[in-house]
Structure formats: C-alpha cells, structure tokens
C-alpha cells in the first residue's frame, strides 16, 4: 500500500488489509514514495478512525518506497495516480510494471479514481477515506483468497 507520506491513507489501507487476512499466508506493508515523513507513526487521525473499526496502527512507522519492494511484494496498491506514475518510474521490467494497480480501480474498475489526500482536511475526510479503502480491501481479499 502505498501513498505520498506514509503517514495517512497507506497506514490505514495497510491495518484494514492486514485485519481481513489470514498471517499465516500474507504479508501486507506500506511506504510512502517521499520520505518527507521517514520513521514517523501513523497520523494521529488515521490512528483515530482506525481504532474506532477495532484496528490499532500506531505499531507502524513510515518508510520510503524502494525498487527492492517489487522483487518483494506481488501487489502494489497506490492510493493516487501521482504515487502510481511514480512508483512505476522505479520500475524496470514490465512484470513488476503489472504489479502496480490503483486502489480505487478495485472499486470502480478503469476509473483510474484517486483517493483523496486528507493530510490537510479535517476529520471527516479521514472517515470518507477509512471507508473507501474497507471497501477496496474487502474486495482485495475476496480476490486473492
Ligand atoms: P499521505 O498524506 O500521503 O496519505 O500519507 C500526506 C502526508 C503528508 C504530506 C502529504 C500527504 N506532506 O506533504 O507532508
């Protein structure tokens, strides 16, 4: 999962994929493509409405996305279409290329939709996006399992 800071919309896609799946069988992580943010835990909003669902992130700390995450990881989930093109500009073969997906797609296939940033928003864009993102994971979860 991955988003600009790490610290938002990716820490929460990342608590809400890893509450609907089995450990045993799948890793889930998430980065940030700047590293404005390196090391910080989640916004404290994000911590907010995720322990409002029964999911506690406060254990994660942001990172950057890196190229090594593509031999890694066989799903990348961008929030925005921003972070797609970039985390995409560090990839050099096609197959890792196809790796790369926009969330929203889940929902609304080839809409190419972006989740909105709520860094500088208030609370209720923190629900707005807590909500689109159980729906995408939800449907994550039925795919892949
Ligand atoms: P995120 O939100 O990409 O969902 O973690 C942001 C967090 C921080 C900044 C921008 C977006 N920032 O500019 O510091």
């Known amino acids: 999962m991955v988003c600009l800071g790490n ?3 990716s820490p929460l896609a990342e608590g809400i994929l890893k509450s609907k799946l089995n450990p045993d069988f799948y890793i889930v992580d998430s980065a940030g493509t700047s590293a404005y943010h390196i090391g910080e835990v989640p916004d404290h909003r ?4 995720a322990k409002k669902n ?23 989930y961008a929030m925005d279409i921003e972070n797609y093109y970039n985390i995409c500009s560090l ?16 929902i609304n296939p080839l809409k190419d939709l972006s ?6 928003g208030g609370d ?3 629900e707005n ?12 979860t039925k795919n892949i399992s």
């Open 91 to 106: 990839s050099t073969n096609k197959s890792n290329l196809l790796k790369v997906k926009l969330i929203l797609n889940e």
């Open 54 to 76: 029964g999911i506690d992130i406060s254990n994660q700390r942001a990172r950057k996305f890196i190229a090594n995450d593509f031999n890694e990881f066989d799903l990348i």
């Open 7 to 9: 610290i938002c919309r």
């Open 129 to 140: 996006v807590y909500e689109m993102l159980d729906k995408a994971c939800s449907i994550i």
């Open 115 to 120: 989740v909105p940033d709520p860094y500088y």
């Open 46 to 49: 994000s911590i907010a409405i």
């Open 124 to 126: 209720y864009g923190f």
